[in-house]
């Protein structure tokens, strides 16, 4: 919870100060305005809720619960349109557009073999387990990410930033597929999917970056960001998996207008 | 830097695939939360036992076949075999642990196959009956009980598919009972077992 209020304290102070700053510069000075395209990715570190129908497999003196030996991994890409005005004095940049962000999720085995077994039924008399190779999960998101960027030095061919930003998504769209040991087990495809919940409708996060971007005179600024790191602020959870932070690259190109 | 590290270490794991086999018979030990000796209670087919015998812990290991069911005779045996050690001394490796088994007998009583095991489901055995017996060994040595009080009950008994096809019957239960040795009274408390049985542990001569 500090942490949360420390990355939004942080992101407040950097919005009054850009906007003071901008307020304060001179009329005769006139404002860099940019349209652009961005594409990016981010890995996220991810944790399997403690899932009581599946069976666990940790070495015999290991410890932790039965999702301890699952490998999960959330990973995101987004392509999305973007504005930026700048203050006059080419320091700050207030960037906002929209974003969509596809992100995938899946669950599986991490040693041992390439199954694990997941409790399919069970009754008085018997119990039933599925091979489960993995689980795939996709969700899509459309969202409006904000952004602050501070370029400290002066207008050069490879010019520093840092960038503090946040993003709202809403889910529009997601799918889950099943990939069994054996494949006849499919008949059970909804019956597996139906024990996991769905993703997160909506989700908040914050992140960090610093980028160079590279400036022609009259040409398009071409923009790498290394996004280090990301951090959910909301609950946010793929259906499979719950995601903390990430790390990631982001392109954009921009068109001075 | 923690969390990029702890990213990398996760795109590492992704970019390794294992192709081993893997099999029910391999035990899974989760300790149990209250008694962290011993393993959780559990009805998955683990293959795990455990109970404290007075003070030292009598637990199943990664060695060891935790359970065989043998009908011979006119008579079913549970032979229980593991492991006993002190709790102060909780390194499994330590050279201190010694060998150790427990075997339940019961007279006539007899199994056709490992699949009449199911009859035991929600059944308690009360081990001060005539028909009852129970046997230690620690390391190679041999004690006859006398058996005071105690219960072996059997919670659920069930069979296992997966995929659709039979692999085992899962028996798991608790058990707690008093005996004496060599005029010494021992308790077994806070028994728990969770185990499968198939072709590779049943015996039937």
Known sequence: ?257 | MKKIFHVLIIITIFSLSCEEEYDLEKSVLIYDKDYNDLPAYSEWGYNTFGAYYDRKVFISNNYEIPLKVISYDNSTTFIFKGEINNPADNSYNSYYNEEMSMKLSIENFKLETYNDLLLFNDTTIDLSHPDCSIVITIDNDIFETVIISGEFEFKKVQNLTVDNEPVEIIMSGLFDYQFLLNEEPISVSNGRFDIGIGDENFYKY
Do not use: H
């Open chain 1, 1 to 257: 919870m500090f942490k949360t209020l420390k990355f939004i304290t942080i992101f407040l102070c950097f919005s009054l100060w850009g906007i003071g700053i901008y307020g304060q510069e001179k009329a005769e000075k006139k404002r860099k305005k940019f349209i652009g395209f961005e594409s990016g990715f981010e890995f996220m570190t991810s944790d399997v809720p403690d899932y009581t129908f599946i069976r666990g497999d940790i070495d015999y003196f290991g410890s932790g619960s039965a999702t301890d030996y699952l490998d999960c991994l959330n990973r995101e890409w987004y392509v999305g349109l973007k504005t930026e005005i700048r203050t006059k004095n080419d320091k700050f940049g207030l960037l906002t557009g929209f974003r969509y962000t596809r992100s995938n999720s899946y669950l599986s085995k991490s040693a041992d073999s390439d199954y694990f077994y997941l409790l399919n039924t069970q009754d008085a008399q018997a119990t039933e387990f599925l091979r489960i190779k993995l689980i795939d999960q996709y969700s899509d998101y459309i969202g409006i990410p904000v952004e602050i960027r501070y370029m400290p030095f002066r207008p050069r061919l490879f010019r520093l930033y840092v960038e503090i930003g946040a993003e709202f998504s809403y889910l529009i769209n997601s799918d889950i597929n099943v990939d069994f040991y054996n494949e006849a087990m499919e008949i059970y495809q909804d019956d597996v999917i139906n024990k996991f919940t769905e993703p997160s409708t909506t989700y908040t996060s914050v992140y960090f970056a610093i980028g160079w971007n590279l400036n022609w005179k009259y040409k398009p600024v071409i923009n790498l960001e290394a996004i280090i790191p990301s951090a959910f602020i909301s609950d946010y959870s793929t259906g499979l998996i719950n995601s903390i932070d990430g790390i990631g690259l982001q392109l954009n190109v921009q068109i001075p207008f």
